[in-house]
């Protein structure tokens, strides 16, 4: 099982290589002018950006800055009102079989009719098709799936019966039934216990080594310089996009924030030096 | 025989068998394609979508009279209320969608704008001098007095239909049900797929309209998922159970409308639905209004033991006479209060045990652990053996006795 994923990553990153030199063009994500607006003020203005592969994106901004909605817009979820949307270098709508979508856990009812696995064989509705049955192997790598968020010994508990982290893991687990390429997480580790953090965030490394993209919207700024590599700071229009090691600066922050967080949270942050 | 004996055994002639195979075969259908309906939240636009059958029914007489048809051809009233309801179902999601106004209000101003023009097209219809306009009204509370084979047979294929259509689309309906912005982002067109969702439910409708009639069939679609919801925790039940409850809904309260003459069939299919839902919400596991107060009782019980035991282990008085029950009842002290051997035994581990989540609290400090402390949770089954040693080798002090009595509670 191990070696054949392996195999198909580097299939895929030959692929892209192939296909496609330019990076940005290739990227696991590209957005170019998105914009989103209810009524008559956006929440996204022309924002572009361009997610890497082999990666850990943050999206930061303050409540209101459309992080979820850039995340949405891009997906097709919510309508732009303009922009284009690329992945690995073809439009959505080709490419929707390499991403998997997270929502935040507060969007569903937990109290719907449906199991653990149940949630997490989702991931698999698609490949199964309209007039599918479900297979054993189907079977077989959903229950990995929740092997590789811990969660093994709840796969036939209700899901109304379990805690916020939880629910964060079986969303986890879903995503990772898909096999995806790009991983788009929206807030994953809002209200979720400290174990439950560890666990994601290992899950979302061993992702990243395997070559895949994850890009999650991210409201921790005390972790952002331990948990990512990229950083993309927006409030509305975008602020500021690059590696965290030269981009999650003070004055980045400033410009996100506007003036909204204290001196003093900042100087405890790990920021980058603005070199 | 008993007249509602000879009606559930199909004996009570040939139009009752008729109308109890029809009902039960209507029932089930309803059931099952309003589950979707139930688990997406929006029960109330069937509401609307049966209103708006009417201005259709009205339509269609009038204009198959005009040709110099039979204005009472079923096909025909069908198709009519079909294509009114359609309307109305795309008005609701129209209005919903592009004005600020929400589903609610969408749903009331289509409800009663549809129905008001359709009972002037009843009214009119009435003054008509062609055409056998008398029964027409039936199509409001359902009538089975009339009902023939082709009523039966247009029931038995449109339900069919509308089951597997159901099944079929049950994968994609239930991710729009549980998570719509997923099932968007995996690239189902969330919109088609409710608007089919809508569209089971309208076809139902359509066919139960005359057996049931518009205003009842509601009860139909909803009663039973709601109820078949008691019972179980898997949404693939759920339509199945529902189909199952609308189908003996439907086959008991024809069977029942038998028994006196006028009696009337569609409001007594949604009573004999209404009372498995009331039986349901009381008797279900689980979910049910008796099992969440035996588990209340339960909880209570546990919580009063323990309280009784730590009061015995520091030699306190209890006061409290459900806890005095309840450690009575154990055989845990005496009736006069003292505790016994047994009752001793117990509360020196439950005290310990409490001494024992103080150390882990300060070990682990993990709260997915820790967390699972409620006083209650055994300690044996949150943490290992060795583990547990370890607790009491900090504690220090008499650890035989400690681990002996853990191993006989």
Known sequence: MALRSAQVTVAAQDGQALRAPDPVASAPLAVRGVTVSYGEKPAVFSVDATFPAGAMTAIIGPNGAGKSTLLKAALGVIPRLSGEVSVFGQPIETARARIAYVPQRASVDWDFPASVIDVVLMGLYRRIGLLGRLTGAQRAKANACLARVGMSDFADRQIGQLSGGQQQRVFLARALAQDADLYLLDEPFAGVDAATERAIIDVLKSLKADGKAVVCVHHDLATVATYFDHVFLINVRKIAEGPVATTFTGANLNATYGGRLAATHIDQLALADPA | ?409
């Open chain 2, 1 to 409: 025989m008993n007249p509602f004996l000879d009606a559930l055994a199909l004996n009570a002639g040939y139009n009752a068998a008729l109308v109890g195979i029809g009902a039960a075969m209507l029932g089930f259908a309803a059931g099952a394609a309003g589950t979707f309906l139930f688990l997406r939240k929006r029960a109330l636009v069937s509401d609307a979508v049966a209103h708006a059958t009417l201005p259709g029914v009205g339509l269609a007489f009038i204009l198959m009279v005009a040709l110099g048809g039979d204005g009472r051809n079923l096909i025909g009233l069908l198709l009519g209320s079909a294509a009114t309801a359609g309307i109305g179902l795309l008005l609701v999601e129209w209005i919903a969608r592009r004005t600020r106004l929400s589903e609610d209000a969408a749903i009331g101003a289509v409800l009663s704008v549809f129905f008001g023009f359709g009972i002037v097209l009843l009214t009119v219809v009435q003054t008509m001098s062609a055409g056998r306009q008398a029964g027409l009204e039936g199509f409001l509370l359902g009538s089975t007095a009339g009902m023939l084979f082709q009523d039966a047979v247009v029931i038995a294929v449109g339900g069919a239909l509308a089951v597997f259509a159901t099944w079929l689309l049950r994968r994609p309906m239930t991710l729009v049900a549980f998570d719509p912005d997923y099932a968007a982002a995996l690239g189902y067109n969330v919109r088609r797929i409710d608007l089919a969702m809508m569209g089971l439910v309208m076809a139902v409708t359509v066919i139960g309209l005359k057996l049931v009639g518009l205003i009842l069939i509601v009860a139909m679609l909803i009663i039973p998922p709601v109820t078949a919801r008691f019972w179980t925790e898997s949404s693939a039940y759920v339509i199945w159970y529902a189909g199952l409850i609308g189908g003996v809904s439907g086959y008991v309260g024809a069977a029942l409308s038998t028994t006196a003459p006028a009696m009337p069939t569609g409001p007594i299919i949604v009573l004999v639905a209404a009372s498995l839902f009331l039986m349901s919400l009381f008797v279900a596991p689980a979910r049910g209004v008796a099992a969440a107060v035996i588990r209340h009782r339960r909880f209570q019980r546990r919580v009063h033991r323990r309280q009784g035991l730590l009061a015995l282990s520091r030699a306190e008085p209890i006061h409290d006479d459900f806890t005095l029950r309840v450690l009575r009842g154990e055989g845990l002290i005496r009736p006069d209060g003292v505790a016994t051997a047994n009752g001793r035994a117990l509360a020196a581990k439950t005290a310990r045990d409490e001494h024992r989540w103080d150390i882990a609290r300060e070990i682990h400090q993990d709260a997915g652990l820790t967390g699972r402390y409620d006083g209650l949770t055994p300690i044996e089954q949150v943490f290992t053996p060795d583990e547990i040693a370890e607790f009491d080798r900090r504690i220090g002090g008499p650890r035989a006795l400690g681990s002996s009595l853990g191993g006989t509670a």
